[in-house]
Nanobody
Framework: QVQLAESGGGLVQAGGSLSLSCAAS????????MGWFRQRPGKEREFVAA????????AYIDSVKDRFIIYRDNARSTLMLEMNNLKPDDAAVYYC??????????????????WGQGTQVTVSS
């Protein structure tokens, strides 16, 4: 079992930056891929970014490439999402997710075994 807890959401102006964290507990942190999803108002939850268990491979949706960075600190059991140049369209509830597999592709393919509770990101224009 893996327990995930996000933090770091809040209100930011368009063009600003925000960092999200996800603290994990339970299974050994470096043994599973992780990622971030988001659910914008009135829309389905969608994949945002993924990272492999060892942190060497990452993937992003096109709309956040060159603006968002996903990384993990396996020693501290923490997943991060650095979000830069935020746009109003990035406003959403952001969820941390973990797979039972090691490859980042598992996150991209929505093979999610564990979810966090979500953290709200609001972007004012």
């Amino acid at each position: 079992q893996v327990q995930l807890a996000e933090s770091g959401g809040g209100l930011v102006q368009a063009g600003g930056s925000l960092s999200l964290s996800c603290a994990a507990s339970g299974r050994t942190f470096g043994t599973y891929a992780m990622g971030w999803f988001r659910q914008r108002p009135g829309k389905e939850r969608e994949f945002v970014a993924a990272i492999s268990s060892n942190g060497r491979n990452t993937a992003y949706i096109d709309s956040v490439k060159d603006r968002f960075i996903i990384y993990r600190d396996n020693a501290r059991s923490t997943l991060m999402l650095e979000m830069n140049n935020l746009k109003p369209d990035d406003a959403a509830v952001y969820y941390c997710a973990a797979s039972d597999r090691t490859s980042s592709q598992a996150i991209v393919d929505n093979q999610i075994a564990y979810w966090g509770q979500g953290t709200q990101v609001t972007v004012s224009s």
